[in-house]
């Protein structure tokens, strides 16, 4: 609630529906916008993460596609510090 207080750009979504939104991109070949979108926030919360059952080499993956790709950008789910 903070961040958004402040003005920062926040965005709240189920892992499920990253997933999909991220397949979708791929599928018509908009991936880089997509995640370019996804890093044009400054928080985002990815609520039910450990319901979605990735395969192993999706679940490495998953944190960059969603735009954590920088000492800046963290992916912090329930059993993360913060």
Known sequence: MA????GHRVRFATATAQVDELIEAR????????EKQIASYKLLIVDELRLL??????????PSALGCT???SRLIGPDSSV
């Open 3 to 6: 961040a958004c207080q402040q």
């Open 27 to 34: 599928d018509e070949r908009k991936l880089l916008r997509f």
């Open 53 to 62: 059952p990735l395969p192993s080499e999706t679940e490495s993956s998953f």
């Open 70 to 72: 920088d000492d800046s």
